[in-house]
């Protein structure tokens, strides 16, 4: 089945560091991914939308400057969190699909990032 | 985008039949409807997906109406392992769509 990696899968570091996020497709090619952002017993909140090599697509609320996008081959998309602080403390998980197929194809989603900043 | 609307928890016992209904009075007719289940500290995990009728995989079964606007995820059989939040999504990504995640039903298998 269809494997999206996603690494690191835990960040501990100091507020005003910036940190990157892979997100990888292992075995198909990922036209679109997207970023979630997911704060404890809640639901997952689409962060944003990136299509390959396009300028991602961002949610009402969420800062583009913060939350840097970039989507530069079929297979990786990366999220950097710039100078974090900790109320950017989240568990962040990606997701791919294949999409621009005829049938629609499912996302399949990373295994998340557990950032904290202190 | 279409909204979804769950229980949001439902407790059941080992060996029992879980059937849990998913609203989306407001499908359009690209969309599809999928059911992901999420244990925590996890990414979601992909179960089964439909556009109309019945579909069945080797882990669950999804019922959807003539009109689409509820769906309902069938696992049979359940054990402690499925103990985990289950959140079912309208759209279609094909479409240059996007999926938005409702609150989810959070299952409790006991023994």
């Known amino acids: 089945g269809a494997v999206v990696s996603q690494h690191p899968s835990r960040v501990i570091c100091k507020s005003g560091t910036s940190v990157k996020i892979e997100c990888r497709s292992l075995d198909f090619q990922a036209t679109t991914m997207f970023w979630y952002r997911q704060f404890p017993k809640k639901s997952l909140m689409l962060m944003a939308t990136s299509n390959e090599g396009s300028k991602a697509t961002y949610e009402q609320g969420v800062e583009k400057d913060k939350f840097l996008i970039n989507h530069a081959s079929l297979t990786l998309s990366t999220l950097t969190v710039t100078s974090a602080h900790p109320e950017d403390s989240s568990f962040y998980i990606c997701?791919?699909?294949?999409?621009?197929?005829?049938?629609?194809?499912?996302?399949?989603f990373g295994d998340g990032t557990r950032l904290s900043i202190l | 985008l279409a909204k979804t609307t769950q229980p949001i928890s439902m407790d059941s016992y080992e060996g029992q039949e879980v059937n849990i209904t998913c609203s989306h009075n407001?499908?359009?007719?690209?969309?599809?409807i999928t059911w992901y289940q999420q244990f925590p500290s996890q990414g979601p995990r992909f179960i089964i997906q439909g556009y109309k009728t019945k579909v069945t995989n080797e882990v669950a079964s999804l019922f959807i109406p003539a009109d689409r606007k509820s769906s309902t995820l069938s696992l049979p059989r359940v054990s402690l392992s499925d103990t985990a939040v289950y959140y079912c999504?309208?759209?279609?990504?094909?479409?240059?769509?996007?999926?938005?995640f409702g609150q989810g039903t959070e299952l409790s298998v006991k023994p």
């Open positions: 999504l309208v759209g279609a990504i094909n479409q240059g769509g996007k999926l938005i």
């Open positions: 407001n499908i359009a007719t690209n969309d599809y």
């Open positions: 997701s791919a699909a294949q999409g621009l197929a005829i049938s629609n194809q499912p996302q399949h």
